[in-house]
C-alpha cells in the first residue's frame, strides 16, 4: 500500500513539473508556435497556386465477337465458330500506357513548347516533370479513365488535359491497337496467300482439262469430293482461326482446345473418305473406284473447291474485321470535357497552418523542456564548472577568429598600398 501510495504521489509531482515547465515557458511555446503558423501563411501566399484540369474519357470496350460472327453466322457452324474471339487485354490498361507513352509526351511538349515555358535544356528533364504533373487513373467498375493535369496556369490545364485525348487518338489512328484491327491485318496476309493458291488451282485445272478433254463427272462423285473439299476447307478455316486465338491466348484456353478437338474431328472424317474402299452399292463413290484420268480430275477440282471456299471465308472475316475496326476506331468518347478550374489545389493554405502549428507547437515544448534541463544542471556546482569552461573556451575562439579577421583585412590593406 505504502509503495502503491508513494508511486502515485511521484506521478502527480512529475505531472505537476511538466505542467509547470510547460507554464513557465508559455511564451516560447505560444510565440514559437504562432511564428510558425504565420511563417507558414506568408509563404502560402507567395507560392504560385497550382490548378488541376481534369477530363474524362471512355476507350473503345472490345468485344468478343462484332460483325465478323454475324457475317460469318451466314456461312453455318463451322464458319461462324471462326470468328468467335475473345478480348486480347484490358483496353484500359492500354490506352494509358498509351498515354503515358514518351510519343505522346513529346508530341505535347512540342505543342505547348514545354521546354521554353520550364526553361529546360534537356527534352528528358520535360518529360519527368510533365509525368509529374499528368496523372491518369481508371475506374474498374465503370471503365472510364480520369486524365488530369496540373498546371499554374488553369487555362493551360484545361488545354493540355483536352490536348491529351487529341493525341491519344491520333496515335491509335496509326496502331493496331483493337482486336479487331490485329484480325484485319492477319486476315489480310491470309487472303493474300488464299488468292495466290485459288489462281494456282484455277490455271491447273484449265491445263488439265485442255490436255485430257475431261470436261463433267458423275455426279455421284460430285458429292464425294465437295464433301472432301468442304472438310479441307473447314479444316483449313478452323486453323486459321486457332492461329488467331493461339496471338492472344494460352493452351489451356477452353476455345483453343476445343478448337483442336473440332480440327482432329474433321480430319478423322477426311481420312475415311479419302481412303475408304467401296464394295457393291455405295451412294459416296471413293475415290479409289474412279477411273486414272478420273481420279486426276477430282484431286484438281477438289485443290479447287477448297481454295475458293477458303478464299470466300478470308474474304468474309476480312471485311468483317474492317467494318469492326472503322467502328471502334471512332469510341474513344470524352464523357467529360475539361474546363479552366476555378479553384486551386495547392497550396492548402489552412491545412498548411495547421500543421506548422502543430509542429511548431511540439518544437516549442520540446525546446521548453530541453532549456529547463539546461537550467537545473547549470545550477548544479559539478555542472556549472564544466558550464564555465565551455564559456571560455567559447569566448578565447571568438576572440581568436576575430584576430585572426584583422590581420586579414590589415594584411590585404599592405597589399593594395
Known sequence: MEENLHKTEDDEINLLDYLIVLAKHKKTIIYTTLGLMVIAAIYSLIVSPTYKGETKILPPQQSSSGMASQLLSQLGGAAGLVGSVVPIRNSNDLYIGLIKSNTVLDRM???FDLMSLYKAKFRSSVRESLSGSLKVTDDKKSGII???VEDEDPRRAADMANAFVEELRRLTKGLAVSEASQRRL??????????TGLTRSEEAMKGFQEKTGALRIEEQAKAVIEGMSQLRAQIAAKEVELRVMRTYSTENNPDVKKAEAAINGMRAELAKLEKRKGNGHDPLMPTGRMPEVGTEYIRKLRDLKFNETLYELLLKQYEAAKLDE?????VIQVIDKAQPPEQRIKPKRRQMVMIAGIIGFFLSVFAAFFFEYMEK???NPENRDKFDTLKQYIDVKREYLKLQRLIRRRSSKDDKA
Not at 472503322?326 to 471512332?330: I, P, Y
Request: hydrophobic share 40%.
Open 326 to 330: 472503322v467502328k471502334e476506331a471512332t
Open 377 to 379: 544542471s547549470s545550477a
Open 186 to 195: 492477319f486476315f489480310e496476309d491470309q487472303l493474300e496467300d488464299a488468292k
Open 146 to 148: 480520369t486524365i488530369s
Open 109 to 111: 511538349i512540342d505543342r
